[in-house]
């Protein structure tokens, strides 16, 4: 496999976390339904262990949560701070290298990423979560379907077993197989954030010292005119410092002017709208010189569906 498909790549990334909850900011509600979050993996031990609930209840002891929400919205960020936060590693599973094209070594695949978590004593981490674990085909007539129904089954099996934190993070939540829905232990629901979060993201993405910013720099004014998530405002920062380095000068002269700012956000915007273009859904109308064929292509059609009346009146009739 190395010499034809290249290097192996490993189906985890192992990272130690660096980034904790001052790294991003989230409306309150979020915060808070991630602080219970993480109260319930602290309180863990106090709970199934010296309160006895782990006797009454064999399976499902371990901590599963679902970050859902917009891209750009800071779950990916908030599995690092939890990680952080518990002082744990963060597994960080690439189902592209999960998913094998040998039938049978996914589900075993998946089944070895919790192991490994078990191992290294670290959080596990499902980004992109719904296509590992989607809906379950009712038919199973192909054998992809079938390979597709053992691994959410497997993953199921293993999330009842295991006694860790799993965390998954998927923009289309409704996409997940319902038997998920009692197993993942917290919902947490990423939204888009308004005025006063967004002011704090354009914040946090300069540095408080180094950053050279022009005295025209209004972050505030930034955060109502445009509404972004924090992953589009942080491109748009980067874009901002590039064409602000770009210009001539020296570089001790230099800085980012609210222009930068507001140019690269519209090119972040811009560009975000045509990724959102689909050649299927192509509604422009037609040019003039084909407006007459169309309208004898119509007429034809119109002509061709009559007669076939005609037809069938007249075959009935006979008989």
Not at 30 to 54: C, K, M, P, S
Request: aromatic residues 8%; glycine residues 6%.
């Amino acid at each position: 496999m190395s010499l034809f498909a290249g290097r192996a790549r490993r189906p985890v990334e192992t990272v130690t976390p660096s980034r904790t909850f001052a790294d991003v900011v989230l409306p309150p509600e979020t915060r808070r339904t991630l602080d219970e979050a993480l109260a319930q993996v602290r309180n863990h031990n106090l709970i199934f262990g010296y309160w006895g609930l782990g006797e009454r209840h064999g399976t499902g002891l371990g901590l599963a949560f679902n970050f859902a929400g917009p891209p750009g919205t800071g779950k990916t960020i908030c599995a690092e701070a939890i990680a952080h936060a518990l002082g744990m590693k963060l597994l960080v599973v690439d189902y592209a290298e999960v998913e094998s094209m040998w039938m049978g070594e996914t589900p075993k695949n998946v089944a070895a990423l919790f192991r490994t978590a078990v191992e290294q004593q670290a959080v596990l981490f499902f980004d992109e979560a719904d296509a590992i674990a989607t809906r379950r085909s009712m038919t199973a007539g192909l054998p992809q379907d079938r390979e597709s129904n053992l691994t959410v089954n497997v993953l199921l099996r293993e999330l009842d077993a295991f006694n860790g934190v799993v965390i998954f993070a998927t923009n289309l939540a409704a996409h997940f197989d319902p038997a998920f829905e009692r197993r993942i232990r917290t919902h947490v629901r990423f939204v888009m954030p308004g005025p006063e979060e967004r002011e704090r993201i354009w914040q946090v993405q300069i540095h408080p010292r180094k950053t050279p910013l022009g005295r025209d720099v209004d972050f505030k004014a930034l955060a109502q005119k445009y509404e972004a998530a924090g992953g589009d405002i942080k491109n748009a920062v980067l874009k901002a410092a590039s064409s602000a380095a770009a210009e001539k000068g020296s570089d001790a002269g230099k800085a980012i002017y609210q222009r930068h700012f507001e140019r690269a956000m519209e090119d972040v915007l811009a560009a975000k709208q045509v990724m959102q273009q689909s050649l299927f859904e192509d509604r422009r109308p037609l040019p003039a010189e084909a407006a007459p064929w169309r309208t004898l292509a119509l007429a034809a059609l119109g002509v061709a569906v009559l007669a076939m009346i005609v037809a069938v009146v007249a075959i009935v009739m006979v008989l």
